[in-house]
């Protein structure tokens, strides 16, 4: 906490009020509902193998162990893109985007 600037780059990052994400994954173990304060959890610049290695572990908090892995509690957060971002759809088919419909 406090004025603390960063700049990041990895593959997550989580801002969490509560422990739970998802039903099961305990994202933030360490996050409380009344604290009055938020959970960010990062997770760093880290290979697939390594995040699929990660994952089993979300479900008992263990995965906060981890080097790459860093939660800590904020009150605010800013976020804004590096001036050289670039929106790239995650998903294609026949080189264009998907749309998802409800």
Known sequence: MGDKFENFHGCYLILANGQYFA???QIAPHARLDDGLLNLVTVGDVSKSELLRIVPTV???S???HSKIREEKVTVVTMSPMSD???RPMEKSSGKPR???R
């Open 85 to 87: 971002f670039s929106w």
């Open 63 to 65: 995965h906060i162990g």
């Open 59 to 61: 479900y008992d908090g």
């Open 23 to 25: 039903g099961a994954m």
């Open 99 to 101: 749309h998802h419909s």
